[in-house]
């Protein structure tokens, strides 16, 4: 029997094979990998960290993920449910003056990404440390899930990535001197 493949492992494995093509390239140099099987759950993640160079100061990350209701809504092929996976953007990188960066960091990735996708973003700072490193997670939501219809957008959606990582590094670089 042929094991048919579910839409999570098809975009997993393109996501995957145009990350080491832009990592080979040297647009992005990847620094992380995982790749997850929730069993409590019965869910499934896949994800990958890149920086643009060795040296890079914004951490750009895409996170692939399929549930359980996901999963039985392909197999089973429920009626009235779309299968698919839901896709998240993560970004982390050091920031001097929340107020001011946050919003110009809103104002990049709604350049990039429009007004679709839910953007959230939490600073942190590691007490005790001095001086003191704010760090700013910005996490890009999509509420529309992905299905192989969209396999071939994938390379555009990480040039995308990779383009908001230059812009938000641009940023920071300004915002420091």
Request: proline fraction near 5%; glycine fraction near 6%; aromatic fraction near 6%.
């Amino acid at each position: 029997m042929m094991f048919d493949p579910t839409i999570f492992d098809n975009l997993k494995v393109v996501f995957e094979g145009a990350m080491y093509d832009m990592d080979l390239s040297g647009e992005l140099q990847i620094v992380n990998r995982t790749d997850r099987v929730e069993l409590s759950a019965m869910s499934r993640s896949f994800g990958m960290e890149a920086v643009r160079k060795p040296d890079g100061a914004v951490k750009g990350s895409f996170f692939l993920k399929a549930s359980l209701a996901d999963l039985s809504a392909e197999l089973l092929a429920e009626q009235g449910k779309q299968p698919g996976c839901s896709l998240e953007l993560e970004f982390v990188y050091p920031i001097q003056e929340p107020a001011r960066d946050c919003e110009e960091a809103e104002a990049i990735l709604r350049s990039i990404w429009g007004e679709a996708p839910s953007i959230l973003q939490v600073v942190q700072t590691v007490y005790g440390q001095e001086p003191s490193v704010r760090t700013n997670h910005v996490t890009v939501q999509f509420s529309r899930k992905l299905d192989e219809r969209q396999i071939d957008d994938i390379p555009s959606l990480l040039e995308h990535l990779a383009l908001s990582m230059e812009r938000l590094e641009r940023q920071g670089n300004a915002a420091s001197r």
